[in-house]
């Protein structure tokens, strides 16, 4: 085991998943992904959240992905000039980028105003930190995805979640800056939700070819 991944805790989940078949390892990790990524429909369609509190959520799952994507950059079995050129770059165009997608979040969140339910978004939040966590832990390093990955597969997932989140934080200060009506706003985030879903789903798909 890579020392970044005892240092981070991956340890402990690589040993509760090593105990588990590859076929109850993969539904834990898609049940993980399906409620740290579909849940937030419940509360969204329940009317206890908006579309202000959806894109600050939308901006913790990206801020995930790129820290799970540097880690996967830094661990990564197949490792040369190239690979460490486009860590670098993925981390400063990525990075720079999704903070700025994350405050912009933040001061929408702000001025369209705190809903009364965002603490319906704390168990998923944990679903979905899990989620990345057993993901690292069980496909990366304990069944040696790190070891037969590819640099663009290692990439490609990072900017695939990049694109829905800009263009929802864009679309969510249109709708919101501009007072659109609140069925506007609530078909935007539940749109935003089942893209996120469904790019999780079928890169989890995609990564369980490589490693089982």
Same mark, same amino acid.
């Given at each position: 085991?890579?020392?970044?991944?005892?240092? $981070?805790?991956?340890?402990?989940?690589?040993? =509760? !998943?090593?105990? *588990?078949? !590859?076929?109850? +390892?993969?539904?834990?990790?898609?049940?993980?992904?399906?409620? @740290? %990524?579909?849940?937030?429909?419940?509360?969204?369609?329940? @009317?206890?959240?908006?579309?202000? /509190? $959806?894109?600050? &959520?939308?901006?913790?799952?990206?801020?995930? %992905?790129?820290?799970?994507?540097?880690?996967?950059?830094?661990?990564?079995? #197949?490792? /040369?000039?190239?690979? #460490?050129?486009?860590?670098?770059?993925? +981390?400063?165009?990525?990075?720079?980028? %999704?903070?700025?997608?994350?405050?912009?979040?933040?001061?929408?969140?702000?001025?369209?105003?705190?809903?009364?339910?965002?603490?319906?978004?704390?168990?998923?939040?944990?679903?979905? *930190?899990?989620?990345?966590?057993?993901?690292?832990? /069980?496909?990366?390093?304990?069944?040696?995805?790190?070891?037969? !990955?590819?640099?663009?597969? =290692?990439?490609?997932?990072?900017?695939?979640?990049?694109?829905?989140? $800009?263009?929802?934080?864009?679309?969510?200060?249109?709708?919101?800056?501009?007072?659109?009506?609140?069925? &506007?706003?609530?078909? !935007?985030?539940?749109?935003?939700?089942?893209?996120?879903?469904?790019?999780?789903?079928?890169?989890?798909?995609?990564?369980?070819?490589?490693?089982?």
């Amino acid at each position: 085991m890579n020392q970044l991944a005892r240092a $981070l805790g991956f340890g402990l989940l690589s040993s =509760v !998943a090593s105990r *588990l078949p !590859a076929p109850i +390892a993969t539904a834990v990790q898609l049940l993980l992904i399906l409620i @740290g %990524s579909l849940l937030p429909l419940w509360p969204l369609l329940r @009317g206890w959240i908006e579309l202000q /509190d $959806l894109l600050a &959520y939308s901006a913790l799952w990206l801020a995930m %992905s790129v820290g799970a994507t540097l880690i996967r950059l830094a661990t990564m079995g #197949r490792r /040369d000039a190239t690979t #460490r050129f486009f860590a670098l770059h993925y +981390a400063i165009m990525i990075g720079v980028l %999704s903070l700025v997608c994350g405050a912009w979040s933040v001061i929408l969140l702000f001025m369209a105003g705190v809903s009364g339910g965002w603490f319906a978004l704390i168990p998923t939040a944990a679903a979905l *930190l899990l989620s990345n966590a057993w993901s690292l832990a /069980d496909g990366w390093f304990l069944r040696g995805g790190r070891t037969v !990955a590819r640099l663009w597969q =290692v990439l490609l997932p990072g900017y695939l979640r990049f694109i829905p989140v $800009l263009l929802a934080t864009i679309a969510g200060a249109v709708l919101i800056i501009g007072e659109y009506p609140l069925d &506007y706003r609530l078909v !935007a985030a539940a749109t935003l939700v089942v893209v996120l879903t469904a790019i999780d789903i079928t890169l989890a798909l995609a990564s369980f070819r490589l490693t089982r």
